[in-house]
């Protein structure tokens, strides 16, 4: 149970590009989902959180305009890297959670790595 | 503030030997939950544990077992005979209550990779 698919997991394309990576939670309904981005050899970045029907909540330091997250469903976020650029290239990971407490785990998608040329 | 500290980076050990990852937490909150994932070379987290603060009993899962000591705000992770597929990255978090309905945050230490040479 409590199965998260990430997709794609790879992601190549040129700079300018709009690239769309969606989070599924495959057998349980995730009120909450989370974004998440690893630098290389490096902790894991919380980028936002989004709740099911509302508006995501986003880290100090991380543009909401260049970094869109839809919620529309309990079952599905995406995270849109809008015109990305050589330095948006990086492993991104969503993460779901059922109801919104912290005593809940995060379970994780396997992760997508962006490289932009 | 909350935070996480792993203090050792990197660990490398041989095939069969004892190994255990430190993990020490801060927070103000008298309720709060410790995790500890793996990351595997592929990239997934993987959850290996939950414990809550008002549960201080260790835990044994296998050739797993979890150390929580309030005292000293450590949660410590110890996996006997070590294999090559526990080569791994291993994150400890924590998080706080969240009340009135906030949703609250993992915060994540900085990792230890373990090595196990065959």
């Known amino acids: 149970g409590a199965v998260v698919s990430q997709h794609p997991s790879w992601v190549i394309c040129k700079s300018g590009t709009s690239v769309k990576i969606e989070c599924r939670s495959l057998d349980f309904q995730a009120t909450t989902m989370f974004w998440y981005r690893q630098f290389p050899k490096q902790s894991l970045m919380l980028m936002a959180t989004?709740?099911?029907?509302?508006?995501?909540?986003?880290e100090q330091g991380v543009e909401k305009d260049k970094f869109l997250i839809n919620h529309a469903s309990l079952t599905l976020s995406t995270l849109t890297v809008t015109s990305a650029h050589p330095e948006d290239s990086s492993f991104y990971i969503c993460?779901?959670?059922?109801?919104?407490?912290?005593?809940?785990?995060?379970?994780f998608g396997d992760g997508t790595r962006l490289s932009i040329l | 503030a909350q935070k996480v500290t792993q203090a050792q980076t990197e660990i490398s050990v041989v095939e069969k030997e004892d190994v255990t990852l430190d993990c020490v937490y801060e927070t103000r909150d008298t309720t709060y939950y410790l995790f500890w994932y793996k990351q595997p070379p592929s990239g997934e987290l993987v959850f290996l544990i939950r414990r809550n603060s008002f549960d201080e009993q260790n835990e044994i899962s296998g050739r797993y077992s979890w150390n929580f000591q309030k005292s000293t705000s450590s949660f410590n992770f110890t996996i006997t005979a070590s294999q090559v597929v526990d080569s791994a990255v291993y994150f400890c978090?924590?998080?706080?209550?969240?009340?009135?309905?906030?949703?609250?945050?993992?915060?994540f230490g900085t990792g230890t990779l373990l090595a196990v040479q065959p």
């Open positions: 993460s779901a959670r059922t109801g919104k407490n912290s005593n809940q785990p995060q379970h």
């Open positions: 989004s709740n099911e029907g509302s508006k995501a909540t986003y």
């Open positions: 978090a924590l998080s706080g209550r969240g009340y009135g309905g906030a949703t609250n945050k993992l915060i």
